[in-house]
């Protein structure tokens, strides 16, 4: 059975309604479950420096992360990384402020599935976790089967978990 035919989130009969960004433990403060326990979203793991960036990605890899869903484009001033304990990068390229073709969005979504039919966890993010992976989020969560209008009321919800910063204060 491939990742197509197996149903996850609402059209599985699970439950997106723990409508908190924070139902669990997160690995810093700009980061919200999408999906507790199975899809976090959030920021670049290197976005408050390169200093950071190994303690990030080991808090990402303790709480279980195995697939990396990297929207960040070669635009963006920040240097690939590589996950640790075995998970993988998967980097779908979209410019900032950009909008990802029909086809491209499908193959991302599809990355997402099939990491989760493998039993995995997924970190999604682009550089500030905010339009990017809220676009792919969003249309993810359509795609099992969510209302639009609710997938939108759902990550305005989880977004409030967020720690807003100066330089984005109406995220």
């Known amino acids: 059975m491939s990742s197509k035919d ?3 989130g609402p059209a599985g009969g699970l439950s997106f309604l723990d409508t908190r960004g924070d139902a669990l433990p997160r690995p810093h403060g700009n980061t919200y479950w999408l999906w507790a ?3 976090l979203a959030g ?3 290197g976005k408050e420096g390169e200093d950071l960036l190994p303690e990030r990605l080991q808090l990402l890899a ?3 992360i195995t697939h990396f869903i990297d929207l960040t484009s070669s635009n963006d001033p920040l ?3 590589q996950p640790l304990g075995g998970a993988v990068r998967i980097n779908h390229p979209i410019t900032d402020f950009g909008v990802p073709s029909t086809a491209q969005m499908q193959i ?4 997402i599935d ?3 039919a493998q039993g995995g966890k997924v970190y999604l993010h682009c550089r500030a976790g905010i339009g990017r992976t809220g676009t792919v989020a969003a249309t ?3 795609n099992r089967g969510m209302n639009g209008q609710a997938a939108l009321d759902l990550l305005q919800q989880k977004w409030q978990a967020v720690d807003k910063r100066l330089e984005e204060p109406h995220t």
């Open 43 to 45: 920021e670049h793991p």
């Open 37 to 39: 326990g199975h899809v």
């Open 6 to 8: 197996k149903p996850v």
């Open 62 to 64: 303790q709480m279980g």
């Open 114 to 116: 099939e990491a989760l």
């Open 140 to 142: 993810w969560l359509v």
């Open 108 to 111: 991302i979504l599809h990355s």
């Open 79 to 81: 240097k690939p990384y």
